[in-house]
């Protein structure tokens, strides 16, 4: 089964070298590894000229943010599913991708753990929810780089470059949620995500949240899925009248 690994780079040539590492020492071999550097000016650009033998498509070009990069590197890929790992991300072991794949997965979604890497070296597996419904989809994120997915899924959607941080939550969210696509959860330990990149900003991911659920559905929606998230337990949310309303209400409006 064909993969299609993206990894998106600027300005960090010593994660780069870490990331393309990872991705030649699989011993999984039916990759296609796609590279989207956004004009890096230290020497990452260079480094992408010298091992070009290594690649079979890349990109250097300026773009308008991380999403934008990904949708480049989405639209010329071939593979049956698709993989994002941004530079400095590696995989967890050097037999990750042939461990996943025994699995023989179908599904449009399918994904794994991650390890958390923290800006003191420290390391943390995060075990992912092993069904994402409506409930889990709204009070836990699955890390993107534990995530496959399908390249037809994206046959009609790209990410929404419109915001920094949540175009990955948002597409697995609506292509599972609201429009009924497959996910199948399998027990391995996919990549070590560091938290220093983007996806660590707990200020802007608030504020891109408050704006996809104030612009797809009202503020009020926002603040039941804040009013859910605080709430004790993701089981004690639904005890909730005002989140039990704001579950239905979503099913209602797409009719699924």
Not at 10 to 35: A, P, R
């Amino acid at each position: 089964m064909k993969l299609s690994i993206i990894t998106v780079n600027l300005n960090n040539l010593d994660g780069l070298k870490e990331t393309v590492g990872s991705v030649i020492n699989q011993d999984y071999k039916d990759v296609e590894y796609i590279i989207i550097d956004g004009d890096s000016t230290d020497g990452s650009k260079e480094f992408i000229e010298e091992n070009k033998e290594k690649f079979q498509y890349t990109v250097i070009e300026k773009d308008k943010g991380v999403y934008d990069a990904m949708n480049k590197g989405i639209k010329v890929a071939s593979g049956e599913y698709l993989f994002f790992l941004n530079s400095g991300d590696t995989f967890y072991s050097n037999t990750t991708l042939s461990t996943f794949f025994a699995n023989k997965p179908t599904e449009d979604i399918v994904y794994g753990n991650a390890c958390i890497v923290y800006l003191n070296k420290a390391r943390k597996i995060k075990k992912h929810q092993q069904e994402i419904n409506l409930l889990t989809s709204l009070t836990e994120t699955i890390t993107h780089q534990a995530m496959f997915l399908k390249k037809e899924l994206f046959k009609d959607n790209l990410y929404n470059v419109e915001y920094k941080l949540i175009s990955d939550w948002i597409f697995y969210f609506e292509q599972i949620i609201l429009n009924n696509k497959t996910s199948k959860y399998i027990d391995v330990v996919i990549a070590n995500f560091l938290t220093a990149g983007l996806s660590s900003n707990a200020k802007l991911l608030e504020e891109e949240r408050k704006k996809y659920f104030t612009n797809t559905f009202s503020e009020n929606y926002y603040n039941l899925y804040k009013l859910m998230l605080t709430s004790h337990g993701k089981y004690n949310a639904l005890k909730n009248q005002s989140v039990v309303k704001f579950l239905i209400r979503i099913k209602n409006k797409f009719k699924f």
